[in-house]
């Protein structure tokens, strides 16, 4: 059997969703496929013809995905469609949130998918949560930084602590969907 190559490409701005697209190819190279992981603002994009399965995700700002990322999931569409396996997820504040996380998982992420035509039945989705790091070693910038820190202090449903690394991504949940994609590529 032919070894399975896959293709794990990702916006990131603050590093959140680069963490969980490094997880993914961690778990996808221990399990023996050949995974190539990409940072679609920084690096070339390469052809997808080389590739079984295609992984794309984003982080969410704003209500938004990155720019290059969306740009790839276009400009690939029809590529994509062909595939037999593609996954979409997104690294979104909300869904850190049993109360948000649906509609988060809605609006990021199935949309998207129905709006450039896919079947979602067809495409493996997911909304993990997000990163808040107010720490000193933080990418996000002062001021951002500052309406973070300020839901930190005046809303405790928001369960993050000030001037803190606040990873509110579940891991569990990221291993879990890694091994099942992994175990999908696998069968394909
Ligand atoms: C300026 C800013 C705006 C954000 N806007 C949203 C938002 O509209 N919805 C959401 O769910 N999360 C939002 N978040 C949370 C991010 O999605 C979360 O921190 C994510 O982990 C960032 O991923 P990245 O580090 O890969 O960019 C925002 C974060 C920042 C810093």
Redesign the pocket.
């Known amino acids: 059997m032919m070894t399975k190559r896959v293709l794990i490409a990702y916006g ?7 963490e969980i697209s490094s997880k993914f190819a961690e778990i996808m190279r221990n399990q023996g496929l050949d995974t190539t992981v990409i940072n679609v603002k920084k690096d070339k994009w390469p052809p997808l013809d080389q590739f079984d399965a295609v992984l794309i995700g984003s ?5 938004r995905w990155t720019k290059e990322a969306k740009k790839f999931l276009k400009k690939n569409v029809e590529a994509l469609k062909e595939k037999s396996f593609l996954a979409i997820y997104v ?5 850190s949130y049993p109360e948000k996380y649906q509609e ?1 998982k809605e609006k ?1 992420v199935q949309k998207i998918i129905t709006d450039l035509g896919f079947d979602l039945n067809k495409v493996m989705h997911e909304a993990f949560g ?3 790091d107010m720490s000193n070693t933080s990418k ?1 910038g002062w001021m ?1 930084k500052k309406f ?1 820190n300020m839901a930190a202090r005046d809303d405790e449903s928001a369960n993050l602590t000030e001037n803190e690394y606040n990873d509110l991504r579940d891991w569990d949940q990221i291993h879990s969907f890694a091994n099942e994609a992994t175990t999908r590529i696998l069968q394909l």
Do not use: C, H, P, V
């Open positions: 990131t701005r603050f590093g959140s969703t680069e982080s969410i700002k704003i209500g690294s979104s504040g909300d869904a988060a990021y997000g990163l808040f996000i951002e973070m």
